[in-house]
């Protein structure tokens, strides 16, 4: 689900897609050439989140022990862009 107008000021914007794998490698390798999709998974899910820089922090955790919690008992992969603006872009695959 993606608002048709996202602006700043609505900070939870979900983006939800299910297609085929190669599909989204395409795309994700033109927007972020830096995430790499599991390879042996046939179907996977990409969720994007867009959120206040402030409010990542609580994905990260300390030291960065939520992300790596996260990581490890899902398999995702999880990125998040750099804070060079107010919004941030999660994204897991």
Known sequence: MMMDNPTLH???IVQL???NPQNINNIQQQQQP??????????FLTIRLLMQGKEVGSIIGKRGDNIKAIREESGA????????TPE???TMV
């Open 88 to 90: 941030r872009i999660v």
């Open 34 to 43: 830096n995430i790499k999709p599991p390879g042996e998974m046939e179907n």
């Open 17 to 19: 897609t299910t297609t």
């Open 77 to 84: 992969r999880i990125n998040i862009s750099d804070g060079t």
């Open 10 to 12: 609505h900070p939870q």
